[in-house]
């Protein structure tokens, strides 16, 4: 590995990221796949179908800000690793939004509000994930979401915990509506195009 430059090593790592990434979006695209096949099988859930995009669109998002890595001059086996849970994190939440059977629960609903506690805590993860990872990528990097960085991390880290705790259903609607909106916002002020 020592004869490899970053621009050998880093496609390697991309197609890594990338199964795990494809994987999630199969599984959330599958279950929808399920819904429009079998309208009446299960209960729909307005919320469980904006979470379903919500998170699609945030695998999506990984797999363009996973662009910036080009730039990083020295690799090391733990960068690598940190990718890849990261990665993993993100499958999972697609998983627990695509189940492979809820016949134990009312329909999606009921199933995503009695494993909210799950979901919410791996995407409060992918908070602390996501600092991290732009730290990986550098002062310039870090210093262009400076302001959005302040507070997007203590802001979705309390959104999640609330969410852990209630089983409210405004307060959930609220949450994916929140962060949908907000990841509208960071694709029209930072991801239209490659920096």
């Known amino acids: 590995m020592e004869h490899l430059g970053t621009a050998e090593l880093f496609p390697h790592v991309r197609i890594v990221m990338g199964m795990v990434v494809g994987l999630g979006i199969t599984r959330l695209l599958m279950t929808v796949a399920g819904l429009i096949q079998h309208p009446q099988r299960l209960r729909r859930s307005s919320i469980h179908l904006l979470w379903i995009f919500s998170i699609l669109l945030e695998?999506?998002?990984?797999?363009?800000?996973?662009?910036?890595?080009?730039?990083?001059?020295?690799?090391?086996?733990?960068?690598?690793?940190?990718?890849?849970?990261?990665?993993?994190?993100?499958?999972?939440?697609?998983?627990?939004?695509?189940?492979?059977?809820?016949?134990?629960?009312?329909?999606?609903?009921?199933?995503?509000?009695?494993?909210?506690?799950?979901?919410?805590?791996?995407?409060?993860?992918?908070?602390?994930?996501?600092?991290?990872?732009?730290?990986?990528?550098?002062?310039?990097?870090?210093t262009r979401f400076e302001f959005d960085y302040a507070i997007q991390i203590p802001f979705g880290l309390l959104l999640c915990t609330i969410a852990i705790r209630s089983a409210d259903r405004r307060i959930h609607l609220a949450a994916v509506l929140l962060h949908l909106v907000y990841q509208t916002y960071l694709i029209s002020q930072f991801f239209y195009t490659v920096p």
């Open 59 to 142: 695998l999506v998002l990984f797999w363009w800000w996973e662009f910036a890595l080009f730039r990083l001059e020295q690799w090391s086996f733990a960068i690598t690793l940190f990718l890849i849970v990261y990665a993993i994190t993100l499958f999972l939440l697609a998983a627990l939004l695509s189940p492979d059977n809820i016949a134990e629960y009312d329909g999606y609903e009921d199933f995503f509000l009695k494993r909210r506690r799950w979901f919410f805590g791996l995407f409060a993860t992918t908070f602390v994930l996501d600092a991290i990872d732009t730290m990986i990528k550098g002062d310039g990097y870090w």
